[in-house]
């Protein structure tokens, strides 16, 4: 919903001493309370320091161009040397893959699986997206509540990851499964794994079902879907077993939960700035700019972390060698020195890509451009059917401060 910056004496957000303001806390995401928190460190601390919090200290970046400078500094700010969320890995949670990886094995690793995603592929891919789209959307129920996220943007996303790994179409809701219980975090009651056991069991079956096909894959001659071209590289055909699994599950969910969460988010932002839905019912050609829009309005993912490789300076302040730094995506994409009135939902802003949802530099996201043709189609092929698709309820949201997941949307189609 429109969210505003203005201080709110009534509101812990701008009373509470800036050196107890913990960002990290997931139930501020959930409950979608998050924007003055963010809008105070933005103006009071933007490169601030929490010294205890369930994740341990970590420096907060909150603003965009603090963001971006800690993004596009590998060498600096190490994804490799602590993961990339918030939480500190232990032997058993530590998965690598090639986003948490620095160069030169990142290199080596990302290049693999980038022709999946170049833009020849996807002109290929598009007509597929559509057909299955058209067919998701003609099944929809008029005149009756539903689910969004179950009817559309699950379907969508995991047809979508199924074509990416070839995997067997009738099994595809297992990739939808993995990639749900890879982000769950257990202490959400919904969430579908109660620990790290649960988790490690389940993410051991998916390595055991998704390594019959990688070993399939290598016996056959080279084919064009992630699976068979990790197998044929000299890069990822020995990985080792946790870094397989590590692989897995960054593709998974970057190609499912981002997206998934995008096709959510961007129903509910016309929703809430009905102005907006009708412009674009009047002027459908601007499905191009609001898609960039939907994108920097969501944040999908909410942040990313590093670890500083040596001492240096953000904002003034001095952060160590070895310390966590975390960069709130969400809050830069609300940064009101960089973007014109962030807090409201524009879909024919004159810099639509200006946001930081995809992240920069050496990892910025390998998918970016399929998200977006998902999304494009999406909205092209409503537009083409649905005067109107109106939010009935709130959204029920994960439990999380990595992934701005939305769990259920209820929605009706005017008869």
Same mark, same amino acid.
């Given at each position: 919903?429109?969210?505003?910056?203005?201080?709110?004496?009534?509101?812990?957000?701008w009373?509470?001493?800036l050196?107890?303001?913990?960002?990290?806390?997931?139930s501020?995401f959930?409950?979608?309370?998050w924007h003055?928190?963010?809008?105070?460190l933005?103006?009071?601390?933007?490169?601030?320091?929490?010294?205890?919090?369930?994740?341990?200290?970590?420096?907060?970046?909150?603003?965009?161009?603090?963001?971006?400078?800690?993004?596009?500094?590998?060498?600096?700010?190490?994804s490799?040397?602590?993961?990339?969320?918030?939480?500190?890995?232990t032997?058993?949670?530590?998965?690598?893959?090639?986003?948490?990886?620095d160069?030169?094995?990142?290199?080596?690793q990302?290049?693999?699986?980038g022709?999946?995603?170049?833009?020849?592929?996807?002109?290929?891919?598009?007509?597929?997206?559509?057909?299955?789209?058209r067919m998701v959307?003609?099944?929809l129920?008029?005149?009756?509540?539903?689910?969004w996220?179950?009817?559309v943007?699950?379907?969508?996303?995991?047809?979508?990851?199924a074509?990416?790994f070839?995997?067997?179409?009738?099994?595809?809701s297992?990739?939808?499964?993995?990639s749900d219980?890879?982000?769950?975090?257990?202490?959400?009651?919904?969430?579908?794994?109660?620990?790290?056991?649960?988790?490690?069991?389940v993410?051991?079956?998916?390595?055991?079902?998704?390594?019959?096909?990688?070993?399939?894959?290598?016996?056959?001659?080279p084919r064009?879907?992630?699976?068979s071209m990790?197998?044929?590289?000299?890069?990822?055909?020995?990985m080792?077993?946790? $870094?397989? #699994?590590?692989?897995?599950?960054?593709? /998974?969910?970057?190609?499912n939960?981002? %997206? =998934?969460? !995008?096709?959510? +988010? @961007?129903?509910?932002a016309?929703?809430?700035?009905?102005?907006?839905?009708?412009?674009?019912?009047?002027?459908?050609?601007?499905?191009?700019?609001?898609?960039? $829009?939907? #994108?920097?309005?969501?944040?999908?993912? /909410?942040?990313?972390?590093?670890t500083? %490789? =040596?001492? !240096?300076?953000? +904002? @003034?302040?001095?952060?160590r060698?070895?310390?966590?730094?975390?960069m709130?995506?969400?809050?830069?994409?609300?940064d009101?020195?960089?973007?014109?009135?962030p807090?409201?939902?524009?879909?024919?802003?004159?810099?639509?890509?200006?946001?930081?949802?995809?992240?920069?530099g050496?990892?910025?996201?390998v998918?970016?451009?399929?998200?977006?043709?998902?999304l494009?189609?999406?909205?092209?092929e409503?537009?083409?059917?649905?005067?109107?698709?109106?939010?009935v309820?709130?959204?029920?949201r994960?439990y999380?401060?990595?992934?701005?997941?939305?769990?259920?949307?209820?929605?009706?189609?005017?008869?």
């Amino acid at each position: 919903m429109p969210a505003t910056a203005a201080p709110d004496p009534a509101s812990p957000a701008w009373t509470l001493p800036l050196d107890r303001l913990d960002i990290s806390e997931p139930s501020l995401f959930q409950t979608d309370t998050w924007h003055p928190y963010f809008a105070r460190l933005r103006r009071d601390d933007p490169v601030h320091y929490t010294a205890e919090s369930q994740f341990g200290p970590f420096w907060s970046l909150t603003k965009y161009q603090d963001i971006l400078h800690c993004d596009v500094n590998h060498g600096l700010f190490s994804s490799e040397i602590g993961g990339i969320v918030i939480r500190d890995q232990t032997e058993e949670t530590t998965r690598p893959s090639f986003i948490t990886m620095d160069p030169p094995k990142h290199d080596a690793q990302r290049k693999v699986v980038g022709p999946i995603v170049a833009p020849g592929n996807l002109a290929n891919m598009e007509a597929l997206i559509r057909e299955r789209t058209r067919m998701v959307l003609d099944a929809l129920p008029r005149g009756e509540t539903f689910d969004w996220v179950e009817q559309v943007s699950v379907k969508l996303t995991t047809m979508m990851l199924a074509t990416l790994f070839d995997f067997p179409f009738e099994e595809r809701s297992k990739l939808t499964y993995w990639s749900d219980v890879a982000i769950a975090n257990p202490a959400d009651p919904e969430a579908p794994v109660k620990d790290e056991a649960e988790r490690t069991a389940v993410l051991q079956e998916m390595a055991r079902e998704m390594g019959a096909l990688f070993h399939r894959r290598r016996a056959q001659p080279p084919r064009f879907d992630l699976l068979s071209m990790l197998a044929h590289a000299d890069a990822t055909r020995e990985m080792p077993p946790m $870094e397989f #699994i590590g692989n897995l599950m960054l593709l /998974i969910v970057g190609g499912n939960d981002t %997206t =998934r969460n !995008s096709m959510t +988010g @961007g129903l509910m932002a016309l929703n809430a700035f009905s102005d907006q839905y009708r412009k674009l019912r009047e002027n459908p050609a601007l499905v191009e700019t609001l898609v960039p $829009e939907i #994108i920097r309005y969501v944040t999908p993912v /909410i942040h990313m972390r590093r670890t500083a %490789t =040596r001492d !240096s300076e953000i +904002g @003034g302040k001095t952060i160590r060698a070895g310390e966590k730094v975390i960069m709130w995506y969400i809050s830069g994409n609300r940064d009101e020195t960089v973007i014109d009135r962030p807090d409201d939902f524009i879909i024919d802003r004159a810099r639509p890509r200006q946001h930081l949802s995809f992240g920069f530099g050496i990892h910025r996201c390998v998918g970016n451009r399929l998200a977006e043709l998902q999304l494009r189609v999406l909205w092209e092929e409503i537009l083409a059917r649905f005067p109107m698709i109106e939010v009935v309820g709130e959204a029920q949201r994960v439990y999380s401060c990595f992934i701005h997941g939305i769990r259920s949307l209820p929605v009706r189609i005017p008869g």
